[in-house]
């Protein structure tokens, strides 16, 4: 495996030397030395404990400069949304408590009205009769106290700053010159509930707001054989209501001047057939604006623009489309594919824990198995979107958001004919001295096909980005 994904470091090496910005040298991890602390797959090492939660690559001076007590973000983040998670749940199934689990204990225990339906149906060994053919089935757990999850304590405390200045028009979409930073409504209420919900994951602070990403993906079909090695690097940059690094606020007076949310730049590295194609979007605040999204064709040595059509299309070695990349990235707008949307329900499920150290693997050899894995109850809504335009890929979404972090667990999307099409499941890490949640391990599943992607996806702060770094121009360089 990490021949296979290794043979791009020393390019690598060279494309990602950068300019420094704001007297910060370039830093980046390279890939040999991200997956010497934790293989892609058939490995449990703790990947935050062995790198330190990404000391190891980040220079001491800008370790000084972002990390955050924990206890002090604890504290604040509870102000923010008013409760602790721990102090919420343990009403249902109550018998179910912190301990070890088998597929003995299955039936023994009411886990069908704690576990999220989709959970509980790969509560099942592969191969057996009704079991999906895919990848992330698991046979074991550990069920763990409830944990007290917080954010960074700046971005916790422009969340106080500013609860209660923005708002959504009588449509339930959001007005965006209310939102100034933070997220918009830590504590969702009223009958615009469920958009609120849905504006504060499209409307966060992408986390860490500078970021260089490694996106390690394996792809395996319904016969339990890898169809896939993809090795991707990508960066990003939050340009508006930044609170966690320099600058603050507006990334630039151009992002303020174009009103500018969010900016990508994502180089494919492998499979050798997509080597140098890169992507690259920006979002804006204001859903008028439809997101700048270009790809550039290494093969053709062209630029194509993807119309909001092109982002229905499946993403390359991917079980997702464009518009579910990290979750959700379709701009949310009143005229063009719009939703209905509402909360289903608002209750507790005993969901895939929280990591602080990233053990959790995938078992090639035993019929990829989902390892090392913890659940811990939660307090969640459940979300339903509906799509209003029968032209669009998905009839609806669904998703299984977390009220104590406001992050999704789950996303299911169902097709026109209203089966289960897809599935975005996310094991979130916590990098605890540096105060944001990183998406760490991502298993994509088509279920009409039965196929299946897994994705180990280690980010850390990236503080010399400059707006260079992201341009246009750039893309050429990756060729």
Known sequence: MKRAICFSVALLSALL?????????????????????????????PFYKNSQYYKVFIPDDVWAKITHDPAESRATWEEVVGFRAKDVVGQIAPEIKPGKYTLSDKEKYPFKELMIPFHYDRFIAP????APKHMGLFTDFEVIETQQLWHAQPLGKATLENMGKTQLDEKGYIKHETHVAGYPFPRPSGEQKGWQ??????TRPAEPENSANYDLTIGVNSRGNIDHRGTAHFFWVTLKGRVMYPPYGWFDDRAKKQEELLIIIYTIFSPRDLFGNVYHQVRFADWKKDQNFLAYVNFLRRIRKLSSTDRQDQAVGQDICFDDAAMFAQTLRPDRYPYETSVLEEREFLVPAYTFDGSDYFDSKDGWKWKGLKFERRPMWVLEMNQLDKNYIYSKRVFYFDKETLLPHLHLMYDQKGRLYRMNDVVWGMVEPLGYFNSFHVNNCDFIDEHCTMTFAPSYPALWLERK?????SMMRQK
């Not at 950068?18 to 090492?45: E, L, R």
């Not at 191969?127 to 009704?130: I, K, M, R, V």
């Not at 770094?469 to 121009?473: A, K, N, Q």
């Open 127 to 130: 191969g057996s009769e009704g």
């Open 17 to 45: 030397v950068v300019s420094t910005a704001w007297a910060i040298q370039n830093y980046h991890a390279p890939i040999k030395d991200v997956i010497a602390h934790k293989g892609v797959i058939d490995d449990p090492a």
């Open 469 to 473: 770094d992201l341009s246009l121009r």
């Open 197 to 202: 919900v849905m504006y504060n994951w499209q």
